[in-house]
């Protein structure tokens, strides 16, 4: 089955500062990739997504950047704010079944 | 903006014994799930449902483990004899398509299991 690794486990950051998530997966069939933010106490939620048909895709200071051939996929947080700090979650689904394999999580602090 | 919602919030049983736990999907969605999250751990995949009945399952996902859509709005994740290894944030989450849809998550069931 499908195994995701995500790294790190933790990244603090200054505030306006980028910050970058990494994973890797394993089933080369996955061919979606969503990353969601969860803070304390609250539920995931979906802030970006890439399907394996593209390289890259923007959402105002959110980029994801999925690299297929080498089984990789990065979210990037550009000029961070106190409000982005949280665990992100990235996860991946093949294209038999719609069950998401999440990665560990990364907590990221952003200090003001 | 429509939300999954899950009840109890938090769920406290003795081993041994059976619990419910409820989510009410998004109205218009056809795929509903079940993860949970054992503390300081990942979020894991447990059963997925459609058209009133398991479309892909675990191996978390065991006898223990059932799933009823009773009604036409209630989604439920019953395990029949708690182990304290059952301890962990239970997470519903709804689909409108399959595939590549946006999974919504509810705000979770922190289960208990003394």
């Known amino acids: 089955g499908e195994n995701v690794e995500q790294h790190p486990s933790t990244l603090s950051v200054q505030e306006g500062d980028s910050a970058v998530i990494k994973c890797t997966y394993s089933?080369?069939?996955?061919?979606?990739f969503p990353w969601y933010k969860q803070e304390l106490g609250k539920r995931p939620q979906l802030i970006i997504d890439?399907?394996?048909?593209?390289g890259e895709k923007k959402d105002q200071r959110i980029a994801v950047t999925l690299n297929k051939t080498a089984k990789h996929f990065s979210l990037h947080i550009t000029e961070t704010q106190p409000e982005d700090s949280a665990v992100y979650f990235c996860?991946?689904?093949?294209?038999?079944?719609?069950?998401?394999?999440f990665g560990g999580g990364t907590r990221l602090m952003v200090k003001p | 903006e429509p939300e999954v919602t899950q009840t109890p919030s938090h769920q406290v049983t003795q081993m041994g014994q059976e619990v419910i736990l409820r989510c009410v999907p998004i109205?218009?969605?056809?795929?509903f799930y079940w993860y949970r999250q054992i503390l300081g751990q990942k979020v894991e995949f447990l059963v997925s449902?459609?058209?009133?009945?398991?479309?892909?399952k675990s191996e978390i996902f065991d006898d223990q483990f059932s799933v009823e859509r009773p009604d036409g709005s209630n989604f439920t994740l019953k395990i029949r004899s708690t182990k304290l290894e059952d301890s962990a944030m239970y997470f519903c989450?709804?689909?409108?398509?399959?595939?590549?849809?946006?999974?919504?998550f509810g705000p979770g069931t922190r289960l208990t299991v003394l």
């Open positions: 449902f459609y058209n009133n009945e398991i479309s892909e």
């Open positions: 109205s218009n969605h056809l795929y």
């Open positions: 989450a709804s689909s409108r398509t399959s595939g590549g849809a946006e999974q919504f």
């Open positions: 089933d080369s069939a996955s061919n979606y």
């Open positions: 996860a991946a689904r093949d294209n038999a079944g719609n069950m998401l394999t």
């Open positions: 890439i399907r394996s048909n593209v």
